[in-house]
């Protein structure tokens, strides 16, 4: 079935680090890829997608490619903020209208000033 | 920007009661979403809703589970008998169409005593 992978957290960060978080999924077909975060006591946001190989999402500074060959969507920003301060999941969704996003297991970031 | 709305915020009960957890998701989506987040734990998909019926469901959605859609506006997630296990942050989402993102309310924590 379909499943997504990614680094084990938690990371801490000094302001303006440049911050990867990987992230590599299993699925059949094309599924579209998410980054979802979640800031402290609030619910999912949309950080940012791609929906077909070599697409790449940018949110805030955030930005993530879709690679096909090496089924990875990781997470990059080039400096970080305290703000960013959350904890961020990938995401997949397979090709079905009404399917599901299947989220990997988080991985907090902490950015320190 | 409109947004998926969940009552109550935080819901206690004790074991074996019934709950009703609330959502009202956003007024032109027409999928529907449950998932639960058990603390510090991945985010589990638990059912899906669409054309007024159930789309898929996961092995946590038993019979102690049922969602409906009453009145075209809400879309609860009832639990018949709860358990102590079934505490968890319970988080609503609804999307517009194929290749749109999910977008999720602020979730309702669920204590069980």
């Known amino acids: 079935g379909n499943s997504v992978t990614q680094m084990e957290g938690p990371v801490t960060l000094s302001e303006e680090a440049f911050l990867t978080i990987n992230c590599t999924y299993t699925?059949?077909?094309?599924?579209?890829l998410f980054w979802y975060v979640q800031y402290p006591g609030e619910g999912l946001q949309l950080l940012l997608k791609a929906t077909k190989a070599d697409d790449k999402g940018s949110n805030k500074g955030f930005e993530a490619t879709y690679r096909k060959e090496t089924t990875s969507f990781h997470l990059e920003k080039g400096s970080v903020q305290v703000s960013d301060s959350a904890v961020y999941f990938c995401a997949l969704s397979g090709v079905a209208s009404y399917d599901k996003v299947i989220f990997g297991p988080g991985t907090s970031l902490s950015v320190i000033p | 920007e409109p947004e998926v709305t969940q009552t109550p915020s935080h819901q206690v009960t004790q074991m074996g009661q019934e709950v009703i957890l609330r959502c009202v998701p956003i007024s032109n989506h027409l999928y529907f979403y449950w998932y639960r987040q058990i603390l510090g734990q991945k985010v589990e998909f638990l059912v899906s809703?669409?054309?007024?019926?159930?789309?898929?469901k996961s092995e946590i959605f038993d019979d102690q589970f049922s969602v409906e859609r009453p009145d075209g506006s809400n879309f609860t997630l009832k639990i018949r008998s709860t358990k102590l296990e079934d505490s968890a942050m319970y988080f609503c989402?609804?999307?517009?169409?194929?290749?749109?993102?999910?977008?999720f309310g602020n979730g309702t924590r669920l204590t069980v005593t």
């Open positions: 809703f669409y054309n007024n019926e159930i789309s898929e």
């Open positions: 699925a059949t077909g094309y599924p579209s």
């Open positions: 989402a609804s999307k517009k169409g194929i290749d749109s993102p999910l977008h």
